[in-house]
C-alpha cells in the first residue's frame, strides 16, 4: 500500500479544534479560580455569622446583621455569575464534542478508503491529544459541579441559584463525556490475515488474524485495569440462513501503553482464529442451495470489543465495532470476498449495516473507476490513467454512468464465461506475479480496446509494438501486437 507521509497537516477545521481546546481549558482554569475564591467568602460568611448568633442583641449587632446581608448580597451574585460561565463553558463543550466527533466520523470514513487502497493519513495522534484534553476538562467541570453542590449543601437561602442549577449541568456534563468516551473506542487495525494475501476484512476459518483497538483518552491518573473482550457478531441481523461463528483465541485483553510508539492505549489481539458454528439435521452446517440466503462473500459479519471504563464514579460499558468483515471457508473465495469490501466501503458509510448486499446500491462510474485505479496504485506503484479508465469504463458501462453489484461482479461479460471484476483481478494477480517492474515502467500500456490499438499502430514504422491486456483471458493475459 502506497504509504502517505505523516505530516501535520494543519486544515482550518484543525487549527479551530485546537482553538477551542485551548480556550476551554483556559475558561475552565478562570471558573476554577472564581469558586476557590467564592468558597473562602463563604468561609468568611459562615464564621461571622455563627458568631453572630452566638452574640446577644445589641447595637454592635445590628450593624454585623447588615454587614452579613452585604456579604451574602455578594455570595449570591457571585454563586450566578459563576453558574453563567458554567453554562457558557458547557455550551462550548457541547460543540466542540461536536466537531471531534465529526472529525472521528471523518478519520472512520478515511481508514474504510485506505482499506480499498486510497492513499490517504489515518494517523489517530492528533485526535488523542485533542480528545485526551477535552476528556480531562470535562471530568475537572464535573469536579467543580460536584464541589458547586457541596457548598450549597454547606450554605443555602432562598432562591439559591446552587440549589437546582449545577446537579442539572452535573447531568449534562456527564452525558457528554459518556458520549465523548463511548466514540473515543476504535478499532484502529481492521482484522487481516497473518498470511500475505494483502487484503484485510477477509478471514478464512482456520486462518489465524489480528486486529487492535485504541482509546484516544490517556487519562494520566486512570489506575484502573480496563479489560477488553472481543465478541463475534454481538448483535447479528436476521437474515435467513446467517452463519455463525466461534471466535476462538486470546479473547481478553488489558489495555496497555502502546509498547513500540508510545502513543495511546492499545489491545491488540493476535492469532484469533474462526469456526463455523454447525446447525441444522444431522449437525451439518452451511447454507442451502435455496434457503433465499446471502451468498458466502455477501454474507457480513463483525466483531464486537467490549470494554468496562471507570473513572472518578463513572462507570461505562464501552464497545468498538469492526468494519463488517467476509469470512470465508476457501480461498477460491477471496476474489469474490474482496470485491465485496470494496463495494460496501465504497459506498456505505454505516458500519453496522450488515445487510447492505440483501439490496446493493449501484455506483456511478467516477466512484468506481478511482477504487479500481486504487487497486493498482496500492499493489504497484502505478494507477490507472484516464484513458485507461476510459476503456475500462465503456466497456462496462456502455453508455451508461452507473454500474450495478451484479454487473460488476456477478453477471458474464458479453461473449465470456467471467464477469468484469474477475478479469480486472485476474490481471492484477498477473502484474504483481510477474509484469510488476515494466508495468511501474509504463511500459505497458495495458487496458486498450482494439479498435485504438489498430489507430495507435497505424502508419508506425516495422518494429513498433505495444502490450495490452487479453479480454478473452479469465486469469490475466498480456497481448502483442506490432507492425512488419
Known amino acids: 500500500v502506497n504509504q502517505v507521509p505523516e505530516i501535520a497537516m494543519e486544515t482550518g477545521r484543525h487549527k479551530d479544534i485546537k482553538n477551542r481546546v485551548t480556550d476551554v481549558k483556559n475558561r475552565m482554569q478562570m471558573v476554577v479560580k472564581e469558586v476557590q475564591s467564592m468558597e473562602l467568602t463563604q468561609e468568611a460568611f459562615d464564621f461571622r455569622y455563627k458568631t453572630f448568633m452566638a452574640q446577644v442583641a445589641s447595637e454592635q449587632q445590628q450593624e454585623m446583621r447588615s454587614l452579613l446581608q452585604v456579604m451574602l448580597n455578594s455570595l449570591d451574585c457571585t454563586r450566578k455569575k459563576i453558574l453563567d460561565a458554567l453554562k ?21 470514513r478515511h481508514q474504510q478508503l485506505q482499506y480499498i487502497g486510497a492513499a490517504v493519513s489515518i494517523s489517530l495522534t492528533q485526535l488523542e491529544t485533542w480528545f485526551t484534553a477535552t476528556a480531562e476538562t470535562l471530568f475537572h467541570l464535573r469536579q467543580v459541579l460536584k464541589s458547586l453542590i457541596e457548598l450549597s449543601n454547606k450554605l443555602t437561602y432562598d432562591n439559591d441559584p446552587l440549589k437546582l442549577d449545577p446537579a442539572i449541568l452535573e447531568r449534562r456534563t456527564t452525558e457528554l463525556l459518556s458520549c465523548l468516551l463511548g466514540r473515543a473506542f476504535v478499532v484502529e487495525n481492521q482484522p487481516v490475515m497473518c498470511n500475505p494475501s494483502k487484503r484485510p476484512l477477509i478471514l478464512k476459518t482456520g486462518v489465524q488474524f489480528s486486529v487492535r483497538t485504541r482509546f484516544l483518552v490517556k487519562l494520566p491518573k486512570l489506575n484502573c485495569v480496563m479489560d477488553v473482550k472481543a465478541v463475534i457478531d454481538n448483535n447479528p441481523p436476521k437474515a435467513s440462513g446467517y452463519r455463525r461463528f466461534n471466535l476462538l ?28 458454528q454447525k446447525a441444522g439435521v444431522g449437525g451439518k452446517g452451511g447454507k442451502g ?71 446493493p446500491p449501484v455506483a456511478s462510474w467516477t466512484q468506481l473507476g478511482e477504487v479500481l ?39 458474464n461479460m458479453p461473449n465470456c464465461s467471467f464477469t468484469f471484476w474477475t478479469w480486472i483481478d485476474g490481471i492484477l494477480q498477473l502484474i504483481q506475479n510477474h509484469l510488476e517492474n515494466i ?29 495490452r491486456f487479453s479480454e478473452s483471458c479469465r486469469d490475466g493475459g498480456i497481448t502483442f501486437s506490432w507492425i512488419e
Open 289 to 359: 442451495a435455496n434457503d433465499g440466503s446471502l451468498a458466502v462473500t455477501e454474507e457480513l459479519h463483525n466483531i464486537s470489543f467490549i470494554m468496562k471504563f471507570e473513572f472518578q464514579e463513572l462507570l461505562l460499558d464501552l464497545e468498538a465495532i469492526t468494519l463488517p468483515l467476509l469470512i470465508i471457508s476457501n480461498v477460491s473465495q477471496l476474489s469474490s470476498a474482496w470485491a465485496s469490501v470494496l463495494w460496501f466501503n465504497m459506498l456505505c458509510l454505516d458500519p453496522k449495516n450488515l445487510l447492505f448486499f440483501s439490496s
Open 373 to 411: 485505479s486504487w487497486q493498482f496504485s496500492s499493489a504497484t506503484k502505478r494507477g490507472l490513467d484516464k484513458e485507461q479508465l476510459s476503456m475500462l469504463a465503456e466497456k462496462l458501462c456502455g453508455n451508461q454512468n452507473s454500474i450495478s453489484w451484479s454487473k460488476f461482479c456477478k453477471e
Open 249 to 276: 483465541g486470546t479473547l481478553s485483553k488489558v489495555l496497555n501503553m502502546d509498547d513500540v510508539h508510545k502513543e495511546g492505549l492499545i489491545a491488540e489481539f493476535k492469532h484469533l482464529t474462526l469456526r463455523e
Open 439 to 467: 508495468w511501474n515502467d509504463g511500459l505497458v500500456m495495458g487496458f486498450v480496446s482494439r479498435k485504438k490499438e489498430k489507430s495507435l499502430l497505424k502508419r508506425k514504422m516495422d518494429g513498433t509494438f505495444l502490450l
Open 88 to 108: 457558557e463553558l458547557l455550551g462550548r463543550f457541547e460543540t466542540l464534542v461536536a466537531f471531534l466527533l465529526e472529525e472521528l466520523g471523518e478519520w472512520v
